[in-house]
């Protein structure tokens, strides 16, 4: 039973075009919704993270949209370009000391981004 | 400053053999994490360990065991491997902030 669901599997956007990959949690519990961006080989790095106290968060080119009533959250790629190409993860965990900040992971969405 | 470093890249194994993935850190970071990642299911937690002397299991622990050897280092072992084994390791850690710092992943086939 995956706690965290995400489509799509993968995508193929244009140079300049929007990627979007939605997110989809079941446990009220979580606090903390982190993406995480891992390109072919090597291991996942923090991309941008949110907290449920915001409804979004911009760091440069990457959004998150987070909606908590619907338990849903999106990641959004403004301006794609080739070297965004790349898996991404979603995942959640709850920051509660005693949790262990364990993360949940949500099943993948890989991009490309054709020149 | 070399991150979370993990050790071995690639190893191929017969069913019945024993193996130790092994996994250090150089930040000083309290918190490590085993995961494993399959195709379409994401990274699942194999088990943690919230601080030296301290392991916990995660999602999907049957079959594997883990030592936290000092603050640096936390060792994953197989012992009797199995193919439904076969799967990319990545070790990661974490101080008392939100982010994981991630390894670079074993790549394990059992056969």
């Known amino acids: 039973q995956q706690q965290v669901k995400q489509s799509p599997q993968s995508l193929i956007v244009q140079k300049g075009g929007i990627s979007i990959i939605n997110c989809a949690y079941e446990n009220t519990a979580f606090d903390y919704f982190p993406w995480y961006q891992q390109f072919p080989g090597k291991g996942p790095a923090l991309l941008i993270a949110?907290?449920?106290?915001?409804s979004e968060k911009k760091e440069g080119r990457f959004t998150i949209s987070f909606n908590k009533s619907a338990k849903q959250f999106s990641l959004h790629i403004m301006d794609s370009q080739p070297g965004d190409s790349a898996t991404y993860f979603c995942?959640?965990?709850?920051?509660?000391?005693?949790?262990?900040?364990?993360?949940?992971f949500g099943g993948g969405t890989r991009v490309l981004v054709k020149p | 400053n070399a991150g979370v470093t993990q050790t071995p890249k690639f190893q191929v194994l017969k069913t019945g053999q024993s193996m130790t993935l092994q996994c250090a850190q150089d930040?000083?970071?309290?918190?490590m994490y085993w995961y494993r990642q399959d195709p379409g299911m994401g990274l699942r937690l194999i088990y943690y360990s919230a601080s030296e002397g301290t392991t916990d299991k995660g999602e999907v622990p049957n079959g594997y065991n883990v030592s936290r050897l000092n603050k640096r280092e936390f060792s994953l072992r197989l012992e009797s491997a199995a193919p439904s084994q076969t799967s990319v390791y990545f070790c990661?850690?974490?101080?008392?902030?939100?982010?994981?710092?991630f390894g670079p992943g074993t790549r394990l086939t059992v056969t």
């Open positions: 995942a959640a965990s709850t920051m509660i000391k005693a949790a262990g900040n364990k993360l949940t």
């Open positions: 949110i907290r449920p106290d915001v």
């Open positions: 990661a850690s974490r101080e008392t902030g939100d982010e994981q710092y």
């Open positions: 930040m000083n970071h309290n918190s």
